[in-house]
């Protein structure tokens, strides 16, 4: 099976509940290959309502996800072995080596993983020296550059980035940005999920923003500001005359801290 | 480009090369599992002929199963949940079941290591020794009683989501169950508690495990307590898959 209208993924309809409290009201959004799209939205938005059911950790109510053409309900494994995934705080068993953590996990993607393909994936990532040590024992930006390796170890065609520069200094977020570009030019599709409004304009294709469980726009960062830079709320955003897609962002989804 | 599945064996032996190393890395734990069982047999060598070799075996043994169910086994599955171990494996394209089946053959491992050491440690130190019958059966009702304790283990970490919690109440069921089993067994505590023992989930696997070190003692009692075990652990192990959830948040 392929991926139908050249999609990697479809997202149509999603509805996620959780009991009466609606997270994810009919939410639809489609990534080809070779794009960079960026989820945006504030805190409980239902970034990871809708990140969790493309993952299949969670039933949604209703609606359609299709990965490489594989709906999630009907063939989960085969959805899932076209998509990698770096979660937000990943974690693996403490005791492991990262050189065991990588083979555990190319072992259950079924991939063969001799001593020099590891050496040469971790020199890649420049990690040469860590096969014996613990992922815990590893920098913030060296347990990124781990997780998203493991994440791409079978060559996904749908990477899902979830806040992967959260913490990390500027120059891990530069290289880590410069590996989703690398991605990008090798025809992966990507689904990014930031706070970082920087990282969403530095490197997203398209952007959806969403709050309260509904996109509320989608398009091109450069796009979206040109559309709402007249809007009053976006113009009351702005604090330095230029409107940016913070402004943008911030326009579109209120003042308020949320939870 | 094709999508290619890994089969179940390639998983499972992923999984099972990944929870045995971890389970050698923590092999101080694991001799510290050993240790009470066989301690608790060595006191008890001055004794062992007058309760009996069976019983004093069996009642080890059921210490030992009892640590591997509730401080073994649910401890590490709530670790685990809590640290989004779990989460980051069922993102992978693996049955969830697979990742279940893996933690408790290694577990059935620690079961068999737990017998094992109570019978050399029996044979050594009290000069207990069975027919080879008798270990035989030692060995498959250690098994049906370790499922016993795998169960409630779970059942617990179905109830109760945080990881410092379950550790605090296996601590607090491990605690009560060879302190009032053991203590209850021998009579001790009264006729009504040791009625109550006796049909416990301590009291009915010590009670098959000795009876199947001695086949010849082998009575209806003791059919009914194979019955009990049975029952106790579907109920538990129903009770936490049913209530388990892979997400501590």
């Known amino acids: 099976m392929d991926q139908q209208n050249g999609y990697i993924l479809q997202v149509e309809g999603l509805n996620v509940c959780y009991g009466a409290f609606k997270a994810v009201t009919n939410v639809s959004f489609n990534v080809s290959p070779g794009e960079i799209f960026g989820l945006l939205g504030p805190n409980g938005a239902g970034k990871t309502s809708t990140l969790s059911s493309i993952e299949g950790l969670m039933q949604p109510q209703s609606g359609d996800i299709l990965v490489a053409g594989y709906n999630i309900k009907e063939k989960p494994l085969y959805a899932k072995a076209n998509t990698g995934v770096q979660l937000q705080s990943t974690s693996f068993q403490p005791e492991l080596f990262v050189g065991e953590i990588i083979q555990l996990y190319a072992g259950i993607y079924g991939v063969e993983m001799n001593q020099d393909k590891l050496d040469n994936i971790l020199s890649d990532i420049k990690l040469k020296d860590a096969t014996t040590k613990r992922f815990g024992q590893l920098s913030g930006g060296q347990q990124q550059r781990v997780s998203l390796v493991i994440a791409m170890i079978h060559n996904p065609r749908l990477v899902l980035l979830d806040e992967p520069t959260s913490g990390l200094d500027p120059q891990s977020r530069r290289q880590l940005w410069e590996r989703m570009e690398s991605l990008r030019s090798n025809n992966h599709a990507i689904l990014l999920t930031t706070h970082s409004m920087e990282e969403a304009e530095a490197v997203c294709d398209r952007i959806a923003i969403i709050d309260h469980g509904q996109i509320v726009a989608i398009d091109t960062p450069s796009a979206l500001i040109d559309k709402h830079r007249h809007d009053p709320e976006v113009i009351k955003a702005s604090r330095k005359g230029k409107i940016t897609l913070e402004d943008v962002f911030i326009g579109l989804t209120g003042f308020a801290i949320r939870s | ?249």
């Open chain 2, 1 to 249: 480009m094709q999508t290619i599945i890994p089969s179940s064996k390639t998983v499972l032996t992923a999984l099972l090369k990944a929870d045995f190393t971890t389970q050698w890395r923590n092999r101080k734990a694991v001799v510290l599992l050993l240790l009470v069982p066989v301690i608790i047999l060595i006191s008890w060598k001055g004794v062992a002929d007058k309760l009996g070799g069976a019983f004093v075996l069996s009642n080890c043994i059921t210490i030992g199963l009892n640590a591997v169910g509730l401080m073994g086994y649910s401890n590490s599955i709530a670790r685990d949940r809590d640290k989004g171990v779990f989460q980051r494996l069922r993102v992978a394209p693996l049955p969830s079941w697979s990742i279940m089946v893996s933690r408790l053959l290694v577990q059935l491992t620690m079961i068999l290591l737990v017998t094992t050491a109570v019978f050399i440690a029996g044979s050594n130190i009290d000069k207990i020794t069975l027919a080879p019958l008798g270990y035989t059966l030692g060995y498959m009702t250690a098994i049906s009683g370790g499922a016993v304790y795998l169960g409630l283990g779970q059942a617990i970490v179905g109830l109760i989501k945080n990881a410092e919690t379950v550790n605090s109440t296996t601590r607090l069921v491990y605690f009560v169950f060879i302190m009032v089993g053991m203590f209850g067994e021998l009579g001790m505590l009264g006729e009504k508690i040791g009625a109550i023992v006796k049909w416990s989930p301590y009291g009915v696997v010590k009670h098959i495990i000795s009876s199947a070190m001695q086949p010849g003692t082998w009575d209806q009692q003791t059919s009914i307590a194979l019955l009990a075990t049975v029952l106790y652990a579907i109920v538990f192990a129903a009770l936490g898959i049913k209530k388990f959830r892979w997400n501590a948040r």
